[in-house]
């Protein structure tokens, strides 16, 4: 059974840093799409990075780069998510997926629906 499990999250400090995991298990993260998403109250879930199985479909949202890396254990099957320079905007609870690996090649990558599989979530808050 394909399982995603978040963790990592908490509260921090405007200008904190936080690293998140997703402990893959039931598949190799490495056949996938893999992607970080985010959703604050009220809105809608939001893609934040995504990376493809050799690492090279890397891709950030405008809000994160330079502040926001994404990279992935192999041997473990675990995706992270490396976040530095916190804002309050960017508290919301983060999501991992994983979709079929084409989905990398799309500009649509961040289409929720493409994604089969979902973790629980990780609570991400940010104070100023």
């Known amino acids: 059974q394909v399982q995603l499990v978040e963790s990592g999250g908490g509260s921090v400090q405007a200008g904190g840093s936080l690293r998140l995991s997703c402990a893959v298990s039931g598949y190799a993260a490495s056949s996938y799409c893999m992607g970080w998403f985010r959703q604050a109250p009220g809105k809608e879930r939001e893609g934040v990075a995504r990376?493809?199985?050799?690492?090279?479909?890397?891709y950030y949202t405008d809000s994160v780069k330079g502040r926001f890396t994404i990279s992935q254990d192999s041997p473990k099957n675990t995706l992270y998510l490396q976040m530095t320079s916190l804002q309050p905007e960017d508290t919301a609870m983060y999501y991992c997926a994983a979709a079929p690996l084409y989905v990398c090649y799309l500009v649509a990558w961040s289409k929720t629906s493409s994604y089969n599989y979902w973790g629980q979530g990780t609570q991400v808050t940010v104070s100023s």
């Open positions: 990376i493809s199985t050799n690492g090279d479909r890397i």
